[in-house]
């Protein structure tokens, strides 16, 4: 070195470190920024009762901030407690191939925390008070505002096209305003099509109409790219129910709905590659609400899209549906990415019941389901499932009762009832069989994901239970063990077999059952239970049955 530049080093020595100090401590943050960075707060697509909040942030590597979630009406003093927002990393999901034809394209999501407020009053504006804590730093408040979605009403302005009774081929509509919806309905009668056309339609009814065509792979109506219509009281019997598919869906309304499909209940038709064909209720796109339907019949029951076909599936509600024989899966919400609610649901006889296959990133909520007769899995979560939450749902079925068959990670399980058992000797009731006949077998949860306070047993095989290759009892610190289906329920047969198709039961607690007061407490989801504390599984002791299936006409 020159004595020129030695003297330069002397005179700046102390300038020369401080910013190289900068730059290593810049190069450390570039690798692990613990600190959280909050940026924006949005309320996408309200539904009729529930409103989605995410906070997108930069950092938190580690994982370990905190949003806390109160919420009241606006206008109102009182606040309530909501469940927490749940930490969602940012990812990305490359879909396999379906049609060769179509380019691929990666579906991604950002590093966020995100979560719903449920059980909310239609049409009516709420404030949002979030907390985020980070011990790195980067704690800060907001209070958002939002507004759910009114139960959709045709109004004094509707314009009605009264229908004469008659069977017809296709029916095709117009569009309608949001100020003057387009009305299709029949009063003195029965109008009967072969298809009803929806196709990039907005605000267009259908009401009380009934669908028939049953021939190989037809649709009974079609929502591609429909926006805000409604669909309710109508009675379809097709191969294809109720579908949008490509672009999608946006806030659409289907309601009340008997929807019959062409699928029995044998050996050779279930699962994914059995004699099964038809779709229920199959949409993508966001904002969409799927309540109070009886489908029965289908390879799938209700469902969204999957792999290239998705299409912004978010803020998705699914709820009250009284769901009959499913071949493949009761309800299949693979590749939703956040705030998708399945709830309140009621499946019997289905080789899968609730399906995440998988969940990009989430939250995809699976709450208060009962599910009956189900065979290769209560929870399917694979192909890397992120971000589902698994609350107070209830699951009697051959093979494993709790399951998890798949790697999967972010899972969050709590208050769940399940009771699996004997399967038979070739345990093979499907081209993928019922799992272990274990009370519960999570096979690879993941380093992210939670499980406590569940309730397992089995029926007429040794009790074995395992998460993650590990003892139940190791995992769970509060979980139930070993309860027996007699003294969990009043008159429940367990479902082996499960051919032939059983009748649906009723999966209420009996009195004094240990699983009585054996929940932990959730804001926002158990608030209202009735004991000690609240009790595992989709009831409440002495709580009335919910309404499942099309409700009467007068109570919209």
Not at 121 to 147: F, M, Q, W
Request: hydrophobic share 35%; with cysteine; charged share 25%.
């Amino acid at each position: 070195m020159s004595n020129l530049n030695q003297k330069f080093f002397r005179k700046n020595a102390g300038r020369i470190f401080s910013i190289l100090l900068v730059l290593f401590l810049s190069g450390l943050q570039t690798f692990a920024q613990d600190r959280t960075i909050h940026g924006k707060v949005v309320t996408p697509y309200p539904t009729i009762i529930n409103l989605a909040v995410e906070w997108y942030i930069q950092g938190d590597d580690n994982q370990n901030g905190i949003v806390s979630v109160q919420f009241r009406e606006k206008g109102k003093t009182e606040w309530q407690q909501g469940m927490p927002l749940r930490r969602v990393p940012a990812g990305e999901k490359m879909p396999l191939p379906r049609l060769p034809s179509v380019e691929l394209v990666k579906l991604s999501w950002k590093n966020k925390h995100s979560g719903t407020v449920f059980d909310l009053n239609p049409d009516t504006g709420y404030e949002i008070k979030l907390k985020l804590e980070d011990p790195d730093g980067g704690s800060a408040e907001k209070i958002v505002e939002a507004r759910t979605r009114p139960v959709p009403e045709t109004g004094k302005r509707a314009e009605i096209i009264e229908l004469q009774p008659g069977i017809y081929d296709t029916l095709k509509t117009k569009n309608g305003t949001k100020d003057k919806p387009v009305v299709y309905r029949c009063s003195k009668g029965e109008a009967t099509f072969s298809f009803i056309d929806l196709q990039n339609r907005k605000w267009v009814f259908i009401e009380g109409l009934t669908i028939n065509n049953k021939e190989d792979k037809s649709i009974g109506i079609c929502l591609n790219g429909a926006e805000n219509c409604i669909v309710r009281y109508c009675t379809v019997n097709a191969v294809y129910g109720i579908i949008a598919h490509w672009p999608g869906a946006i806030n659409c309304y289907i309601s009340d709905n008997v929807i019959t499909g062409i699928c029995k209940w044998t050996k050779e038709a279930m699962g994914a590659h059995g004699k099964n064909i038809g779709e229920g209720i199959e949409m993508t796109g966001p904002g969409n609400v799927i309540c109070y339907n009886r489908v029965t019949g289908f390879r799938d029951c209700i469902s969204t899209m999957e792999d290239q076909h998705v299409v912004d599936q978010i803020c998705i509600d699914i709820y009250n549906n009284d769901i009959y024989r499913g071949a493949d899966d009761g309800i299949e919400a693979d590749f939703c990415f956040s705030n998708c609610r399945i709830f309140r649901n009621r499946l019997t006889n289905c080789f899968v019941g609730l399906s995440s296959q998988p969940g990009l990133g989430g939250p995809t909520y699976f709450i208060r389901n009962a599910m009956y007769n189900m065979v290769h899995a209560a929870f399917k979560l694979k192909r890397f499932s992120q971000g589902d939450v698994v609350l107070h749902n209830t699951v009697i079925k051959v093979g494993t009762g709790l399951g998890g068959n798949d790697t999967m990670d972010y899972a969050y399980f709590r208050n769940n009832l399940a009771i699996g058992g004997q399967t038979g000797e070739d345990n093979c009731w499907g081209d993928y069989g019922a799992g272990n006949p274990y009370a519960a077998d999570i096979i690879d949860p993941g380093d992210h994901s939670s499980f406590d306070y569940d309730a397992v047993g089995v029926y007429g095989t040794p009790y074995i239970a395992k998460i993650g290759g590990k003892p139940f009892s190791e995992v769970e610190k509060h979980g139930i063990e070993g309860i027996e289906i007699e003294e969990t329920f009043n008159d429940v047969e367990f479902t082996y077999p499960p051919i032939p198709e059983r009748k649906v039961p009723d999966l209420r607690l009996k009195p004094g059952s240990r699983v009585e007061d054996a929940a932990v407490y959730i804001p926002n989801i158990n608030d209202d239970f009735s004991g000690n504390a609240p009790d595992c599984g989709a009831y409440e002791v002495g709580q009335e049955l919910p309404h499942y299936g099309p409700r009467p006409l007068t109570n919209k």
